[in-house]
């Protein structure tokens, strides 16, 4: 997209140096904020440059209930700065996006190390989510803390190699690894692999302790796990779901499953699997390898489109641009022209009625059947099977 009207650049640069905040998430829950890694000792990172224990970097958004919340920035400021030249090159936008990125503020509950008023539903489901490629997690915090807010514990990862930037509690950072374009499934298999690493710390009280003092050390069970993901990420989450049981149900927003079909040689990125797998789409179009995996889901799958959307709709980018007060129609082309709040409604809604299923083992509410067609007109199903 090329921006061309000089009052946009003047507004956004001059309009977005005040701290802002992000709606309220909509549930029922406030959300409490927990970041730090997880460092998987026996495996060496695949893109780092010598031998060195795969690190992620995680978000951990938790449902709480909490008399008052607090303003916490929405990413560190390195991270913030990084991203107003990537963005430049990665879609010709002659803008500085950083400002917008560096001023944003999420309300949470205050540190449950200092705050005892706080209480968190015992052992609620847990949602793992991956972000699109190249693309740092921190780019979904309002979505991940509205689905939060309706009663689940989401769990954002860092790829490293994959995001553009990672930023470790220590202050170093690691970069985006162009080689993983080099692989005809991208970087869906280690991702999977993360995945599943994530879920053997889960059990793991002694990790949980680090990751989470306020939780002190104590296991969360892993028998209602499940994962959604945007682009590479949703596509990670099917494949992930199709190599580890434990993974009970898989969400894709809007992502291609690189080398589905195969190469010649090569197998299957998703193995025949039975868990639920719901697609969301931004347009009338279920592409060709959703098509080739479709097959391959043998328990209940449904795609549904989005009218008005992109593909960069299903990030936090139109609803900031919303709380900073600029508007998204200058920037329509790439992030589409429905409303911000609209459209986190709806992946809300859906991905919570669908996890919800899913781990009641009953896909039949009647908004996922299809019976509620005034509910969200702009939604709409291509294809379905085996509810």
């Not at 309009?15 to 904020?33: D, F, I, K, M, Q």
């Not at 509205?146 to 970069?175: K, L, M, Q, R």
């Amino acid at each position: 997209m090329d921006m061309r009207s000089p009052w946009i650049l003047v507004l956004l640069l001059t309009s977005t140096t005040a701290e802002y905040l992000v709606p309220t998430p909509p549930g029922r829950y406030n959300v409490t904020l927990t970041t730090g890694p997880l460092i998987d000792y026996a495996r060496d990172d695949p893109y780092a440059a010598a031998p060195t224990p795969r690190a992620l970097m995680l978000s951990v958004f938790q449902p709480s209930t909490c008399a008052s919340t607090v303003s916490v920035p929405d990413m560190p400021s390195e991270v913030a700065d990084y991203q107003g030249p990537f963005l430049k090159q990665t879609f010709n936008i002659s803008v500085n996006l950083s400002p917008l990125l560096l001023e944003a503020h999420l309300p949470v509950c205050p540190d449950p190390l200092k705050v005892s008023r706080c209480s968190h539903p015992s052992d609620s489901p847990i949602l793992l989510f991956s972000p699109g490629y190249s693309i740092p997690r921190l780019y979904y915090n309002v979505l991940a803390s509205a689905i939060a807010s309706e009663g689940f514990t989401v769990i954002t990862i860092d790829h490293p190699g994959d995001a553009n930037i990672i930023i470790y509690p220590d202050g170093h950072a690691v970069y985006n690894n162009a080689s993983i374009l080099d692989s005809p499934t991208w970087d869906t298999y280690t991702r999977a692999a993360d995945a599943s690493f994530v879920i053997d710390q889960l059990s793991n009280a002694t990790a949980m302790a680090e990751l989470l003092p306020q939780r002190g050390p104590r296991p969360f069970p892993t028998d209602r796990v499940a994962m959604l993901g945007h682009s590479a990420g949703g596509a990670s989450a099917i494949i992930a779901a199709s190599r580890d049981p434990r993974i009970r149900g898989a969400i894709n927003w809007d992502g291609t499953i690189f080398g589905s079909p195969p190469p010649p040689g090569l197998s299957e990125p998703v193995e025949v699997m039975s868990q639920p797998v719901l697609f969301l789409s931004h347009q009338d179009y279920a592409g060709p390898s959703w098509l080739s995996t479709w097959p391959r889901l043998e328990g209940p799958k449904l795609l549904l489109y989005i009218e008005n959307t992109t593909h960069y709709t299903f990030s936090d980018m139109p609803t900031l641009l919303e709380a900073a007060g600029q508007g998204t129609a200058p920037f329509a082309d790439l992030l589409g022209t429905i409303a911000p709040t609209r459209m986190v409604r709806i992946l809300t809604t859906y991905t919570t009625a669908w996890m919800n299923a899913v781990f009641t083992g009953k896909v039949g509410e009647p908004l996922l059947e299809g019976e509620e067609p005034g509910r969200f007109p702009e939604v709409s199903a291509l294809m379905r099977g085996n509810f």
